[in-house]
Each structure stands twice: as C-alpha cells, then as structure tokens.
C-alpha cells in the first residue's frame, strides 16, 4: 500500500494506468459503451467530492472500484425501474411483420425455385453473364470489363439469356 502524504489530495495522483483498471472494471459490467464511459466519469466526480473520506484502510483502486459498483448498481435500478418503452415506428414495423401474407412468401419462394433450376439449363455463357450482371448491379459497362468482352456482346447475351430464362420458367412450372 501507498502512503501519501496527508496535505496532498489522493485523487491528485492518478495515474493513466489505474484510470484504465476502472474502465476495464466498469466495462466488465456495463454493456453500453456511452453508458459506460458516464459512469467512469461519475466515479471519478464521486470520488473526487468524497476523497476526505479516503483512509488509506484499501488501495485507492479498491475504493474507486466500490465507487463505482455502487453507481453501477444505482444505474440498473434506475433502467429497469423505467416503464418498457415502445416506439410506435417499431410498432409499426412488427405489425407488419405479424400480418405478412405467408401464402405469397411461398409463392415467391416457388417461382425462386423455378428460375434457379431454368437457370441450371442454360448454356455456361448466359449463366456467367447473368451472374456477373447482377454482381455489377446490372452496369454493362461493367459487366463488359469484368468480362473481357465488347458492351454490345453483353447487351445481345443478356437479351437472348433473358428471353430463355423466360420460356424455361414457363415450362418448369
């Protein structure tokens, strides 16, 4: 244990390494990170008006660190004394997902089935160029550069792949 010297304020001398011990202390036990660094500072602020109560009986960490589990403590009976609190737009968002029409969910998940599998029959080509399309967010240009082709060719393929696509979704239905 530190002795110090009784004119001089205890709090004075901290140093940036035990300033962290409490941070990691009240980090260990505080999820939110705003709500972490608030506390740290109440703790210092806390000790700071209560350092005439410091008796050298522990280490100024042990002191600091019951300072703050007690501001810990104070600050989840606050939050969980709070009304739950529900934002009418997260509201609105459940009602909505509560209410989705589950008989269109499949019937968008069937029709996904029958493109993967028209998809499956077409010749390597069309599928590399449909592929590349949409990894390019449907940009020929770009779709022309990754490709290594002119941007007319990849105009004509995607054409010609869309309206095969088309017939061989009709027929696996």
Sequence with gaps: MIDYPADTSVLRQLDHQLMQKVRLFIKARVANL???????????????????????????LTWLC?????????????????????????????DMADSRDLVADVGRFRELERVAQALEGMPTYMQEVIRVAMETGG?????????????????????????LLRQKVRNVE
Excluded at 66 to 88: M, T, V
Excluded at 140 to 154: A, H, K, R, W
Aim: zero cysteines; hydrophobic letters at 35%; glycine letters at 4%.
């Design 34 to 60: 705003d709500d972490s660094e608030d506390l740290l500072q109440a703790t210092f602020l806390e000790a700071l008006r209560n350092e005439h109560k410091f008796r050298n009986d522990s280490s100024l």
């Design 66 to 94: 019951g300072i703050a589990l007690n501001l810990i403590r104070s600050h989840f009976r606050r939050l969980y004394k709070q009304p739950f609190h529900e934002d009418l737009q997260d509201r609105e968002v459940l």
């Design 139 to 163: 940009n020929y240009l770009d779709t022309s550069v990754q490709l290594g082709v002119p941007i007319g060719t990849v105009r004509s393929r995607l054409s010609r792949a869309r309206v």
